[in-house]
């Protein structure tokens, strides 16, 4: 049986200041997880994942992640993309110190 | 130390102009991360988690105070106010823009700094024992030579598209402080009938496949050294594997083909290329020597020295742990510890840096240098000085008394920074220093090396621990795996795994219980981990991490 197919968002790298960066549904890049896009079906998935890597003068390294939702908003299910859209542990810096 | 010539700098000059071209069409759009990534990675420039990041080599890890200001404000212009060094020698900064690198590269330029081939599949920056030029036990100052190697690896035409990077590492002692068994080519220095000349070790290295380096050479003149080095890379180049980046290593190439036939290989090419240097690497090799020439020592009188030591117990701790033993027995050399416990292992402020090259220039004749071990190095301070120099040092919160012991951790940026990591570092070396500092128990345990990293890479050098920590992701879950009797030295042997990792909640415990039962098992007050872990074999050590089994089996 094929795998169901579980949540996501497309995520990448900001090319300019190589922070995380999430696509909303109206096209734009935001820098918080809760504004993604959550894509529930395949085919639109893979879509949205191609355009938004065709975006290239915007981004570097645009990928699809795992998000489970909470609340009607997404949140990460790895830790990877729990420190990615939070920063490091060590210091009080990136996305953290941003809001 | 060495000084560039006009072809140095111009040859910079241009490679930064090129860089700067080619980072604005990025920005513009008319390069693709694709066609830009292997330009930036020749540049040193990565991306990491949460923002770009930028490694510069500090070749053979020696820096004069101008340089480590320059460092200082790059942190502060371009960066959080801090820089990360590193196991191989370099600082990276951590949070750079793409749009101000190229800038970055402009000031680390007017320092004679760079971060060409700190990255990609090139010849990497020259490691060197760090107490080179000062240590007792040295033969020869072994950085004339790594200079001499960073000249002919830079921009080498046949050596920037190897099968996989290439780490060349040299010390000028037997007794070895850089590691030189886990790098592709290690070279140590020893003499032959009063001559010097070198031990060539081929194909060590750590990530997922640890190995020890052979020994392809048991002696090689010195002024052999560049055309046995070209003839070794360029076999290499033509036999390593090209098909499988895991395979790509030279450890691979030398285990694959068998070391005889690699030695063959490399001694038919040697005898082509040796000719062909026809002399100009001596000459270039004398020049060098003469710029690396020791600094004019002065007399100091020992005598403040000691009635501190008698009298000072917090300066006596800090001497006994951090201070090594000089070639002039009114010097000594000084280690900085940039493992305050809690802190980043490796990271340095602003102002520290500032104040370490301020200190540098006032007390050790204007030298610095880094560690592989992550901590900074003052080569020749007279002994008079010790006393004030560390007053200096404390009040900066830089007079930490631990090289040496469990807290000097040397850990990898892992998940807190790094794309490839399975799970964090940072702060297991922190809860682990915390923990330890706490216990009061670091002096009466000795020589204990710990290195964490956070994947498989083995960047945090977890294999030659003496208790080596790997990160890993179990099912979406931090965990952490602990190796055993892992030595970098002269003695090298990688790390035995323990048994089934720990969680992050246990792993500090598990640690602590390991080196209290330490404690137990002892001879002596001196034998220290490895010497115990070697003598007892690791069943007693097992016995003390699962004491679950243990009672299973009973
Ligand atoms: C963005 C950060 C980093 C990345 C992407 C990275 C990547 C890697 C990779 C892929 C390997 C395995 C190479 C192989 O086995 O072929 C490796 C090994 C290694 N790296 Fe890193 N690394 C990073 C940071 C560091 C840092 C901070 C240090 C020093 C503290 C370091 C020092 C080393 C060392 C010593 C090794 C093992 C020796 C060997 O090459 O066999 N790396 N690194
Ligand atoms: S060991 Fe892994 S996690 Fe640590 S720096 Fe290297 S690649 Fe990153």
Same mark, same amino acid.
């Given at each position: 049986?094929?795998?169901?197919?579980?949540?996501?968002?497309?995520?990448?790298?900001?090319?300019?200041?190589?922070?995380?960066?999430?696509?909303?549904e109206?096209?734009?890049?935001?820098?918080?997880?809760?504004?993604?896009?959550?894509?529930?079906?395949?085919?639109?998935?893979e879509?949205r994942l191609?355009?938004a890597?065709?975006?290239?003068?915007?981004?570097?390294g645009?990928?699809?992640?795992?998000?489970k939702?909470?609340?009607?908003?997404?949140?990460?299910?790895h830790?990877?993309?729990?420190?990615?859209?939070?920063?490091?542990s060590?210091?009080?810096?990136?996305k953290?110190a941003e809001s | 130390?060495?000084?560039?010539?006009?072809f140095?700098?111009?040859f910079?000059?241009?490679?930064?102009?090129?860089?700067?071209?080619?980072?604005?069409?990025?920005?513009?759009?008319?390069?693709?991360?694709?066609? @830009?990534k292997?330009?930036?990675?020749?540049?040193?420039v990565y991306?990491q %988690?949460?923002?770009?990041?930028?490694?510069?080599?500090?070749?053979?890890?020696?820096?004069?105070?101008?340089?480590?200001?320059?460092?200082?404000?790059?942190?502060?212009k371009?960066?959080?106010?801090?820089?990360?060094?590193?196991?191989?020698?370099?600082?990276?900064?951590?949070?750079?823009?793409?749009?101000?690198?190229? $800038?970055?590269?402009?000031?680390?330029a007017?320092v004679?700094?760079?971060?060409i081939?700190?990255s990609?599949n090139?010849?990497?920056?020259?490691?060197? =024992?760090? *107490?080179?030029?000062?240590?007792?036990?040295?033969?020869?100052?072994p950085?004339?030579?790594?200079e001499?190697? !960073?000249?002919?690896s830079?921009?080498?035409?046949?050596f920037?598209?190897?099968?996989?990077?290439?780490?060349?590492a040299?010390?000028g002692?037997?007794?070895?402080?850089?590691?030189v068994?886990?790098?592709?080519?290690?070279?140590?220095?020893i003499?032959?009938?009063g001559?010097?000349?070198?031990?060539?070790?081929?194909g060590?290295?750590?990530g997922?496949t640890?190995?020890?380096g052979?020994v392809?050479?048991?002696?090689l003149?010195?002024a052999?050294?560049?055309?046995?080095?070209?003839?070794?890379?360029?076999?290499?180049?033509?036999?390593?594997r090209?098909d499988n980046?895991?395979?790509?290593?030279?450890?691979?190439?030398?285990?694959e083909?068998? %070391?005889?036939?690699?030695?063959?290989?490399?001694?038919?090419?040697?005898a082509?290329?040796?000719?062909?240097?026809?002399?100009?690497?001596?000459?270039?090799?004398?020049?060098?020597?003469?710029?690396?020439?020791?600094?004019?020592? !002065?007399d100091?009188d020992?005598?403040?020295f000691?009635?501190?030591?008698?009298?000072?117990?917090?300066?006596?701790?800090?001497?006994?742990?951090?201070?090594?033993?000089?070639?002039?027995?009114d010097?000594?050399?000084?280690?900085i510890?940039?493992k305050?416990?809690?802190?980043?292992p490796? $990271?340095?402020?602003?102002?520290?840096?500032r104040l370490?090259a301020d200190?540098?220039?006032?007390?050790?004749?204007?030298?610095?240098?880094?560690?592989?071990?992550?901590?900074?190095?003052?080569?020749?301070?007279?002994k008079?000085?010790?006393?004030?120099?560390?007053?200096?040092?404390k009040?900066?919160?830089?007079?930490t008394?631990?090289?040496?012991?469990?807290?000097?951790?040397?850990?990898?940026?892992?998940?807190?920074y790094?794309?490839?990591?399975?799970?964090?570092?940072?702060?297991?070396?922190?809860e682990?220093?915390?923990? *330890?500092?706490?216990?009061?128990?670091?002096?009466?345990?000795?020589?204990?090396?710990?290195k964490?990293?956070?994947?498989?890479?083995?960047?945090?050098?977890?294999?030659?621990?003496?208790?080596?920590i790997?990160?890993?992701?179990?099912?979406?879950?931090?965990?952490?795996?602990?190796?055993?009797?892992?030595d970098?030295?002269?003695t090298?042997?990688?790390?035995?795994?323990?048994?089934?990792?720990?969680?992050? =909640?246990?792993?500090?415990?598990?640690?602590?219980?390991?080196?209290?039962?330490?404690?137990?098992?002892?001879?002596?007050?001196?034998?220290? @981990?490895?010497?115990?872990?070697?003598?007892l074999?690791?069943?007693? @050590?097992?016995?003390?991490l699962?004491?679950?089994a243990r009672?299973?089996?009973?």
């Amino acid at each position: 049986m094929p795998r169901e197919f579980t949540p996501k968002v497309v995520t990448a790298n900001a090319l300019i200041e190589g922070d995380v960066i999430y696509l909303t549904e109206d096209d734009r890049w935001s820098r918080a997880l809760e504004e993604a896009e959550v894509l529930t079906d395949e085919a639109h998935a893979e879509l949205r994942l191609l355009d938004a890597s065709a975006r290239q003068s915007e981004i570097v390294g645009a990928y699809l992640a795992d998000v489970k939702l909470a609340g009607g908003t997404a949140a990460p299910t790895h830790f990877r993309e729990d420190f990615r859209r939070t920063g490091p542990s060590n210091y009080f810096h990136g996305k953290q110190a941003e809001s | 130390m060495y000084r560039y010539n006009e072809f140095d700098t111009a040859f910079l000059a241009e490679r930064n102009r090129q860089f700067r071209a080619q980072v604005e069409r990025r920005i513009d759009g008319s390069l693709t991360e694709d066609e @830009f990534k292997p330009l930036r990675l020749m540049n040193g420039v990565y991306l990491q %988690l949460h923002a770009y990041m930028l490694r510069v080599a500090i070749p053979y890890g020696t820096l004069n105070s101008a340089q480590m200001r320059q460092l200082a404000l790059l942190a502060e212009k371009w960066d959080k106010g801090y820089g990360h060094f590193t196991t191989r020698q370099n600082i990276q900064y951590n949070w750079p823009k793409l749009n101000d690198i190229p $800038d970055m590269l402009d000031a680390l330029a007017e320092v004679n700094l760079h971060a060409i081939q700190t990255s990609g599949n090139t010849i990497r920056n020259v490691t060197a =024992d760090h *107490f080179a030029g000062a240590a007792a036990d040295e033969i020869e100052d072994p950085r004339p030579v790594a200079e001499l190697i !960073r000249q002919w690896s830079t921009d080498h035409p046949e050596f920037q598209f190897l099968p996989r990077k290439f780490k060349i590492a040299v010390t000028g002692s037997p007794n070895d402080r850089a590691v030189v068994k886990a790098h592709d080519i290690g070279l140590r220095m020893i003499e032959r009938d009063g001559n010097p000349g070198f031990e060539v070790i081929v194909g060590g290295g750590l990530g997922r496949t640890p190995m020890i380096g052979k020994v392809v050479r048991d002696f090689l003149p010195k002024a052999d050294l560049l055309p046995y080095l070209e003839a070794i890379v360029s076999v290499y180049n033509l036999l390593g594997r090209r098909d499988n980046k895991y395979k790509a290593r030279i450890k691979i190439t030398v285990h694959e083909n068998g %070391l005889e036939k690699i030695q063959e290989l490399v001694e038919a090419r040697f005898a082509v290329l040796r000719d062909q240097f026809g002399g100009v690497d001596q000459a270039m090799l004398a020049d060098l020597e003469a710029q690396f020439a020791p600094p004019q020592f !002065r007399d100091a009188d020992t005598g403040a020295f000691e009635a501190a030591y008698t009298n000072d117990p917090v300066f006596r701790s800090w001497v006994d742990t951090n201070i090594a033993t000089h070639r002039r027995a009114d010097h000594a050399i000084v280690s900085i510890s940039l493992k305050a416990h809690g802190a980043t292992p490796g $990271d340095a402020s602003a102002d520290q840096m500032r104040l370490m090259a301020d200190l540098a220039q006032e007390f050790a004749y204007d030298e610095l240098r880094i560690s592989h071990e992550q901590n900074v190095v003052l080569p020749h301070v007279a002994k008079d000085a010790l006393p004030q120099l560390f007053q200096a040092l404390k009040a900066a919160g830089l007079g930490t008394a631990n090289i040496g012991l469990a807290s000097d951790i040397i850990a990898c940026p892992g998940m807190d920074y790094c794309a490839l990591a399975t799970a964090r570092s940072i702060p297991i070396a922190q809860e682990i220093a915390t923990r *330890f500092e706490e216990l009061k128990l670091e002096h009466e345990v000795g020589d204990l090396k710990i290195k964490i990293s956070g994947c498989i890479n083995a960047c945090g050098h977890h294999h030659v621990g003496h208790i080596g920590i790997l990160g890993l992701d179990r099912a979406g879950v931090e965990n952490y795996q602990i190796t055993l009797g892992g030595d970098g030295t002269e003695t090298a042997s990688i790390g035995e795994r323990a048994g089934p990792g720990f969680s992050a =909640d246990d792993i500090v415990p598990a640690i602590e219980r390991l080196v209290l039962g330490y404690l137990d098992l002892r001879a002596t007050a001196d034998e220290t @981990f490895l010497q115990a872990y070697r003598r007892l074999g690791a069943a007693p @050590f097992k016995a003390i991490l699962y004491p679950e089994a243990r009672e299973k089996a009973a």
